[in-house]
């Protein structure tokens, strides 16, 4: 049975799509691409804004178009589709789901005297040459699910409404997922989860209750350390209210020696730690629970002891209410980031992911008064990125010179690209293969 995926959204989803993937492809299933000619096509669902539902029920509709039978699961908004087969709750559900309509196509087979696993579901088409979809296009980079769901209510996000309060997967799970994509080829494990710095493990599987009293974030990164060899890991969004000074101390001398040969180096030091806003009362209003200062607090931790650290962000710009004054704020703190590792450096952020604000209907910020016309959100979008821009070019200048360690991926248009460790994209020109190799480059 042929049985192709389509992943909307985030991290989290296309690690969720990547396990079923997996498991299926175990269980005898053929992944095809999305689109060619499968017999059931799986949709994981994003509903984090008006425009991602949206799109999740046009894939819906076309793939029922082609005829598959479809499978919704993830965060899904209108599970009353009419052309949604079934909904599936999670992989667990959408795999026995698989078995079972298998099972019950080759009843039907099998009456009619045909081979039931050798037999197409969709016959009329067998004869046509189907790409098999490989479970990646790399083997350099692979996501790690370790949690799932959110135990806080920002105003303007949907997501626990969909995913629930927070769970996580049990260390012992995570470590043997890890095992397996080492064993697979990878190099590279990103943790992922809706708020992996929410972790909490446990010994009962498959998730735990967040009362769990297990270890947190840190302490699972140091079993990844001590069990697997894996030769990165690095950390999916982080949030600044949940940032333990444990955390902070890993990513720091002398547990953590980032230029030094022998040294433990195996932790990325990069963060996308979410930013959202850079003014104080934007922040409240936003319910992040954090304030400037803190977030410029973790910062100068890490860039004072590694000018090199790297720090990607999202900001949310028009979120109701946002005066001017409230804006400027957010721009002068972008600014401001640059100064946190001496005058002699300079470079903020290496990337802002700039939204304009959209209201979601479920969340608080949509019924909030003085909503942002979409003129100025516009206007404000522009401005934030012409000076994240700037930012990210005087980041990315500090390497120049220097020799870091760049895993490379595939190869496009003449020239192997890869990244640092602090996630700098590298071009370098080949003879030599140089895919999922580590490489020592001088900038
Ligand atoms: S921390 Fe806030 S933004 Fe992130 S998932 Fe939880 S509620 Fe949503």
Redesign the pocket.
């Known amino acids: 049975m042929k049985i192709s995926f389509h992943t909307l959204g985030c991290k989290l989803n296309q690690a969720e799509t990547e396990e079923l993937k997996k498991d299926l492809v175990q269980r005898g299933f053929s992944v095809v691409l999305f689109g060619a000619h499968e017999d059931v096509a799986v949709v994981r669902a994003c509903g984090v804004t008006v425009d991602a539902s949206q799109t999740t029920r046009e894939m819906i509709r076309r793939a029922k178009r082609r005829g598959a039978y479809v499978i919704a699961v993830g965060c899904l908004e209108n599970k009353d589709l009419p052309e949604i087969d079934f909904v599936a709750r999670g992989n667990e559900e959408v795999v026995s789901h698989c078995e079972a309509r298998r099972g019950a196509v080759g009843c039907v087979l099998a009456s009619l005297g045909r081979e039931a696993s050798a037999m197409p579901l969709r016959r009329h088409k067998a004869l046509r040459t189907h790409p098999t979809a490989r479970l990646r296009n790399d083997r350099t980079r692979t996501l790690i699910k370790i949690q799932t769901g959110?135990?806080?209510?920002?105003a303007?996000?949907i997501?626990?409404s969909f995913r629930g309060r927070t769970r996580s997967v049990p260390s012992e799970a995570v470590i043997k997922k890890i095992k397996e994509a080492e064993k697979d080829g990878y190099k590279e494990a990103v943790l992922t989860g809706?708020?992996i710095c929410q972790y909490k493990d446990s010994s009962h599987p498959p998730f735990v209750p967040p009362s769990g009293s297990g270890g947190d974030l840190a302490e699972l990164l140091k079993k990844i350390l001590r069990e697997t060899k894996i030769e990165r890991i690095r950390l999916g969004s982080l949030?600044p209210r949940l940032i333990s000074e444990k955390l902070i101390k890993l990513f720091l001398p002398p547990f953590y020696s980032p230029l030094k040969k022998g040294g433990q180096n195996r932790l990325m030091p990069h963060w996308h730690l979410?930013l959202q806003s850079g003014s104080d009362t934007m922040l409240k209003r936003m319910r992040?629970g954090y304030n400037a200062k803190q977030y410029l607090g973790i910062v100068q931790k890490l860039r004072q002891a590694n000018p090199l650290f790297s720090f990607t962000t999202d900001i949310i710009v028009g979120f109701p209410g946002e005066t001017e004054k409230e804006f400027t704020e957010t721009c002068a703190f972008v600014k401001k980031m640059s100064a946190q590792d001496g005058p002699a450096f300079g470079g903020g952020f290496a990337k802002i992911h700039v939204f304009p604000f959209s209201p979601r209907p479920g969340t608080a910020a949509a019924k909030m008064p003085n909503q942002v016309q979409d003129k100025i959100k516009t206007e404000r979008v522009k401005k934030l990125l012409k000076i994240s821009k700037a930012e990210a070019k005087k980041f990315a200048a500090k390497f120049t010179g220097k020799t870091r360690p760049v895993l490379f991926e595939q190869k496009k248009s003449g020239y192997f690209a890869g990244y640092t460790p602090e996630f700098v994209r590298v071009r370098v020109k080949s003879k030599q293969t140089l895919q999922n190799k580590i490489k020592e480059i001088k900038i």
């Open positions: 959110c135990n806080f209510n920002c303007y996000c997501i626990p809706v708020n949030d979410s992040r």
